[in-house]
């Protein structure tokens, strides 16, 4: 079952994440040297902090009387979930099932599409009709979609949670219900499991990628 679009995602934080100046200059982000690369940071690890537990308190108040599946997209998705799922724990939110899920769509910034999903050990519903799934970004879409159309089942509730959302990006009919950033601008987000070929997933903050020689 998707998620119905989401009037209260209107209050979400945006970040502004432009495209660099110069940047188009390059034939391809991904073509130019990796190994310095500079970030530039567009929300603090506070203010990440601050907005997973408003994320935590909203999920709690709205799915809080069901026992709860959480479906965690890896790679990108595994701080993000880690820090939720213990705000669910605060939130009263108890006996979370949590299972994951691979998926994989992009090689640096180049898509590959279709996303190949590949579930990583067998999902253990015990039962349960409410599935969240906790994902890094949604960008075209095409990821959640191929997760949505993975999880749905006709007794089951599938709702969509993401630390980000990039609207303008979108090709698949997607609406996260749960959002903890919308994004304006195409620039590349990394830091908090969001990586670049598998950099930067340590930065405890949220930062714009910014290729060498540009400026916002
Ligand atoms: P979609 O299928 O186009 O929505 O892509 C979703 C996936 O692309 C995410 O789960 C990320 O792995 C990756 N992705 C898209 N945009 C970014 C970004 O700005 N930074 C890091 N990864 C991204
Ligand atoms: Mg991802």
Redesign the pocket.
Same mark, same amino acid.
């Given at each position: 079952m998707e998620a119905a679009p989401f009037p209260r995602q209107l209050a979400v934080p945006v970040l502004e994440?432009p495209i660099p100046k110069a940047a188009g200059q390059l034939s391809f982000w991904n073509d130019v040297g990796l190994d310095q690369l500079p970030v530039r940071e567009i929300a603090s690890a506070e203010l990440v902090r601050e907005r997973v537990c408003e994320l935590a308190k909203e999920i709690a108040t709205e799915l809080g009387g069901e026992p709860l599946t959480l479906a965690v997209?890896l +790679?990108? @998705?595994f701080v993000f979930a880690a820090d939720l799922a213990r705000e669910l724990i605060s939130n009263k939110m108890e006996n979370l099932l949590i299972t994951f899920f691979h998926?994989?769509?992009?090689r640096g910034?180049k898509?590959w599409?279709p996303?190949v999903i590949q579930e990583l050990g067998e999902m253990s519903t015990d039962g349960r009709q409410t599935v969240l799934i906790i994902?890094?970004?949604?960008?075209?879409?095409?990821?959640?979609?191929?997760m949505i159309q993975r999880l749905s089942s006709p007794s089951r509730r599938v709702e969509y949670c993401?630390l980000?959302d990039?609207p303008e990006? +979108?090709? @698949?009919p997607?609406h996260p219900r749960y959002v903890g950033f919308r994004?304006d601008g195409?620039?590349?987000?990394?830091g908090y499991g969001?990586?670049?070929d598998d950099k930067y997933r340590e930065l405890p903050y949220l930062a714009q990628?910014m290729p060498p020689s540009t400026s916002i």
């Open positions: 994440v997209v +790679r990108g @998705a998926a994989s769509s992009y910034t898509a599409r996303p994902d890094d970004i949604v960008d075209a879409g095409h990821t959640a979609h191929a993401s980000l990039r990006a +979108r090709e @698949a997607v994004l195409p620039g590349f987000v990394v969001l990586d670049y990628w």
